[in-house]
């Protein structure tokens, strides 16, 4: 058996900023409030004249996260793409990662576990790494929220959190037992699945032909539905969990945790988990602040940030944990 262990990160964010008060000229919202519930400042969401979609930003982070890892993009032997927001309802952007990076036929794999897709990513990577079957996984979360938000004030529960973008990690077999991923901990709670959804374009209830005909501008099932304090309430005790689940296994402390990074789902999450964990501000790292929730995207694009800003080093405990639709969640705890 081996270890994986991360040496390459990358993302991308499209170029065009949307501030709340950007927001507040679409729908009945505003600065003070969206800053006091979430500590959003601004998101990047997508322009038409860029190209940007979920795939092509996702290659965009993965040839940075490739190039970083000093490897050539035909060293990669597999691809894991989490997002819920792809180009096509299918195939799924593995595929077109794969074709834009001109890599021969490796086989690409496409996810979903929404805001824990990139933990689940990396579990599924550091699994095929272990066995031996692969040497160089690349994982992938991207995201574009801004085309199918409710810009509405029908909407606005939902739409001002969530942000545009991609992240992407090359994990690469570790021959020291000691170092890389020590562990990935899963799970999920169906029961839940409605209270943070988009249940339209699915096949489980509506026939495309009678969608087509009814054509009706109040249907929201086309548009991502939330139980916000349902989720908020989840999301504090299941973040906690997972990451004293982590520590646990590896007969690790809260205070052996040199860096958290948690799905920027909320600020006022992250820092209910700092303060409950007594963490101090050099050991959590949020970039909601510019970003906005980037789901699949947020843990890959905050992990690079935090790298690339020298906060994470060589030896350093490092905690990845995210909480959301599923309802999902998980921890990766990595000895850097
Ligand atoms: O990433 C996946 C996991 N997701 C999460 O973990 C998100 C968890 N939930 C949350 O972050 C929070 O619940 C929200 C930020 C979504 C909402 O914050 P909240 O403090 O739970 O607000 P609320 O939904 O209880 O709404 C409070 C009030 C309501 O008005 P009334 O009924 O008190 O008059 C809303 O209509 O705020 C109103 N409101 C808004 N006002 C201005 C809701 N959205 C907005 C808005 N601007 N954008």
């Not at 940007?52 to 965009?60: C, E, L, P, R, Y």
């Not at 020291?176 to 709670?189: A, F, N, R, V, Y």
């Not at 006022?268 to 789901?295: C, E, H, P």
Request: with cysteine; aromatic share 8%.
């Amino acid at each position: 058996m081996y270890n994986s262990k991360i040496v390459g990160l990358g993302y991308y964010v499209p170029d065009n900023v949307v501030t709340n008060d950007d927001l507040s000229e679409m729908m009945d919202t505003n600065d003070a409030w969206i800053q006091e519930r979430t500590g959003i400042k601004e998101r990047r969401w997508v322009e038409d004249k860029t190209g940007d979609t979920t795939s092509t930003m996702g290659v965009k982070a993965a040839e940075i996260a490739i190039e970083r890892a000093g490897i050539d993009k035909n060293d990669i032997d597999f691809i894991v793409f989490a997002t819920l927001s792809p180009d096509y309802y299918f195939p799924g952007p593995g595929v077109a990662v794969q074709k834009a990076l001109g890599i021969k036929t490796v086989g690409a794999l496409d996810i979903r576990n929404q805001c824990s897709g990139f933990v689940y990513g990396i579990s599924i990577a550091d699994q095929y790494i272990k066995t031996g079957m692969y040497k160089n996984v690349l994982v992938i979360g991207s995201e574009v929220h801004s085309r199918g938000l409710d810009k509405t004030t029908r909407g606005r529960g939902v739409s001002v959190i969530f942000g545009d973008g991609a992240g992407a990690a090359v994990l690469s077999r570790e021959e020291d037992p000691t170092k890389g991923i020590l562990s990935t901990h899963l799970h999920s709670e169906g029961e839940h699945a409605e209270e943070l959804s988009l249940i339209a374009p699915g096949m489980g209830k509506r026939w495309v032909s009678d969608i087509l005909r009814d054509n009706d501008p109040d249907d929201v099932s086309y548009m991502p539905h939330m139980n916000g304090q349902f989720v908020f309430k989840n999301a504090v005790v299941r973040f906690s969990e997972v990451i004293m689940e982590g520590l646990m296994k590896n007969n690790l402390q809260v205070s052996d945790i040199d860096m958290l990074i948690p799905h920027q789902a909320n600020l006022r999450i992250s820092q209910f988990i700092q303060n409950k964990f007594k963490l101090n501000d050099d050991q959590v790292f949020n970039n909601i602040q510019s970003y906005g929730n980037t789901t699949a995207a947020s843990i890959p694009i905050a992990l690079t940030e935090a790298w690339e800003q020298n906060k994470i080093k060589e030896g350093d405990l490092v905690v990845l944990a995210a909480f959301g639709s599923g309802f999902t969640w998980g921890s990766v705890v990595i000895k850097w």
